[in-house]
């Protein structure tokens, strides 16, 4: 947290309300068995970052809108190394769920050759795991994924 806050980056946990509480994260991404949105919000306030995994479902989406999220996860888009067995999502979804409200983020084996076709869909934001920290140069990556937008 401090290394984070040094660089005015903010820290939100992965799927640990519990954890994100206790060390004063900037919110918490919850998925579908790890609490609900209404008491992360309770537990971390009203300014915390809160985000919801939505899979290929905009009924979850809407969902978590009404419960007070900061943002939706929609995916896998892509295969996974990561998930291998994580359910398909089609990119026409982040244009359905253009009229939530809030941002929009793409995840599920996305990489520089591929992300741009989810961003012109509608993607706000990309989660990515493998094509950063599978590299030579995971700065490099970073940065070719950041040039995207």
């Known amino acids: 947290l401090p290394l984070c806050r040094a660089r005015s980056v903010a ?3 992965n799927d640990d309300l519990d954890v994100a509480t206790a060390i004063g994260a900037d919110g918490v991404h ?3 068995g790890d609490g609900s949105i209404a008491a992360a919000r309770a537990a971390l306030g009203v300014d915390a970052i809160i985000g919801a995994t939505c899979h290929n479902r905009l009924d979850l989406a809407e969902r978590a809108v ?3 999220a900061s943002y939706v996860a929609f995916g896998a888009f892509f295969p996974s190394p990561t998930k291998p067995e ?8 982040l244009a359905l769920s253009q009229s939530l409200g809030l941002p929009r983020v793409a995840i599920g084996g ?3 050759d591929n992300a741009r076709l989810l961003i012109d ?10 094509a950063v920290f599978d590299t030579d140069d995971p700065q490099a990556a970073t940065r ?3 040039d995207l937008f």
Do not use: C, K, Y
């Open 11 to 13: 820290l939100i946990i």
């Open 30 to 32: 919850l998925g579908l």
């Open 66 to 68: 009404a419960e007070g």
């Open 86 to 93: 994580a359910v398909q999502a089609a990119p026409e979804l």
């Open 110 to 112: 996305i990489n520089a």
């Open 121 to 130: 869909a509608g993607a706000d934001l990309i989660a990515v795991i493998s």
């Open 144 to 146: 070719r994924l950041a």
